[in-house]
Protein backbone atom coordinates (compact mmCIF):
# COMPACT_ATOMS: atom_id res chain seq x y z
CA UNK A 1 0.00 0.00 0.00
CA UNK A 2 2.87 2.44 0.70
CA UNK A 3 4.52 1.84 -2.43
CA UNK A 4 1.10 2.58 -4.50
CA UNK A 5 0.91 5.88 -2.31
CA UNK A 6 3.94 6.75 -2.98
CA UNK A 7 3.80 6.34 -6.63
CA UNK A 8 0.58 8.82 -7.13
CA UNK A 9 -1.18 5.40 -7.23
CA UNK A 10 -5.13 5.77 -5.30
CA UNK A 11 -6.58 3.76 -3.50
CA UNK A 12 -10.09 4.09 -3.02
CA UNK A 13 -11.50 0.87 -1.81
CA UNK A 14 -9.85 -2.91 -1.18
CA UNK A 15 -12.39 -5.96 -2.01
CA UNK A 16 -11.12 -8.88 -0.65
CA UNK A 17 -11.16 -12.38 -2.67
CA UNK A 18 -10.65 -15.75 -2.61
CA UNK A 19 -10.78 -18.41 0.23
CA UNK A 20 -9.30 -16.51 3.31
CA UNK A 21 -10.93 -13.71 2.92
CA UNK A 22 -14.08 -15.41 3.09
CA UNK A 23 -13.17 -17.80 5.52
CA UNK A 24 -11.17 -15.94 7.94
CA UNK A 25 -12.54 -13.19 10.34
CA UNK A 26 -9.84 -12.97 11.85
CA UNK A 27 -7.18 -12.12 8.90
CA UNK A 28 -9.60 -10.16 7.52
CA UNK A 29 -10.20 -7.86 10.25
CA UNK A 30 -6.57 -7.74 11.30
CA UNK A 31 -5.79 -6.58 8.03
CA UNK A 32 -8.42 -3.74 7.77
CA UNK A 33 -7.12 -2.33 10.95
CA UNK A 34 -3.48 -2.63 9.91
CA UNK A 35 -4.68 -0.74 6.59
CA UNK A 36 -6.77 1.47 8.29
CA UNK A 37 -9.12 0.94 5.79
CA UNK A 38 -12.54 -1.48 5.11
CA UNK A 39 -12.33 -4.37 3.27
CA UNK A 40 -15.34 -5.47 1.24
CA UNK A 41 -15.59 -9.35 0.76
CA UNK A 42 -18.19 -10.23 -1.88
CA UNK A 43 -20.40 -12.87 -2.11
CA UNK A 44 -18.23 -15.37 -4.15
CA UNK A 45 -15.61 -18.14 -4.30
CA UNK A 46 -14.40 -17.94 -8.03
CA UNK A 47 -13.37 -13.72 -8.10
CA UNK A 48 -10.88 -14.26 -10.82
CA UNK A 49 -13.18 -17.13 -12.62
CA UNK A 50 -15.88 -14.65 -12.72
CA UNK A 51 -13.41 -11.27 -13.85
CA UNK A 52 -12.67 -13.87 -17.02
CA UNK A 53 -15.95 -14.25 -17.90
CA UNK A 54 -16.68 -11.02 -17.66
CA UNK A 55 -13.68 -9.94 -20.44
CA UNK A 56 -15.44 -13.17 -22.10
CA UNK A 57 -18.51 -11.46 -22.48
CA UNK A 58 -17.03 -8.21 -23.11
CA UNK A 59 -15.47 -9.78 -26.42
CA UNK A 60 -18.24 -11.96 -27.24
CA UNK A 61 -20.36 -8.85 -27.64
CA UNK A 62 -23.19 -9.64 -24.76
CA UNK A 63 -21.99 -6.26 -23.33
CA UNK A 64 -20.95 -3.20 -24.59
CA UNK A 65 -17.57 -2.76 -21.71
CA UNK A 66 -16.71 -4.20 -18.76
CA UNK A 67 -18.43 -1.62 -16.50
CA UNK A 68 -21.29 -2.74 -17.96
CA UNK A 69 -20.54 -6.52 -17.63
CA UNK A 70 -19.07 -5.63 -13.68
CA UNK A 71 -22.57 -4.17 -13.11
CA UNK A 72 -24.88 -6.98 -14.18
CA UNK A 73 -22.55 -9.89 -13.04
CA UNK A 74 -20.68 -8.57 -10.29
CA UNK A 75 -22.16 -10.76 -6.56
CA UNK A 76 -23.17 -7.94 -3.88
CA UNK A 77 -20.52 -7.83 -0.73
CA UNK A 78 -20.92 -10.45 1.69
CA UNK A 79 -19.36 -8.69 4.69
CA UNK A 80 -17.57 -5.52 4.82
CA UNK A 81 -14.73 -5.31 7.92
CA UNK A 82 -14.29 -1.52 9.36
CA UNK A 83 -11.13 -1.49 11.00
CA UNK A 84 -11.24 -0.31 14.86
CA UNK A 85 -10.03 3.44 15.55
CA UNK A 86 -8.33 1.98 19.00
CA UNK A 87 -6.05 -0.52 17.27
CA UNK A 88 -4.66 2.00 14.81
CA UNK A 89 -1.95 3.38 17.02
CA UNK A 90 -1.03 -0.16 18.05
CA UNK A 91 -1.05 -1.50 14.87
CA UNK A 92 1.65 1.71 13.61
CA UNK A 93 3.48 0.81 16.51
CA UNK A 94 4.15 -2.82 15.58
CA UNK A 95 4.82 -1.44 11.95
CA UNK A 96 7.67 0.58 13.17
CA UNK A 97 9.18 -1.89 15.07
CA UNK A 98 8.74 -4.40 12.15
CA UNK A 99 10.77 -1.74 10.08
CA UNK A 100 13.36 -1.06 12.58
CA UNK A 101 14.25 -4.96 12.85
CA UNK A 102 14.20 -5.03 8.75
CA UNK A 103 16.78 -2.23 8.84
CA UNK A 104 18.71 -3.80 11.84
CA UNK A 105 18.93 -7.09 9.43
CA UNK A 106 19.87 -5.92 6.19
CA UNK A 107 23.02 -4.43 8.48
CA UNK A 108 23.88 -8.32 8.89
CA UNK A 109 24.32 -9.26 5.63
Known amino acids: MERFREQGVAIGEIIGIGGVARKSSLVMQILADVLNMPIKVPANDQS ?8 AAVAAGLYPDIPAAQAALCPPIEKTYIPRPELIPVYDSLYKLYQNLGAFAETLT
Open 48 to 55: VALGAAMF
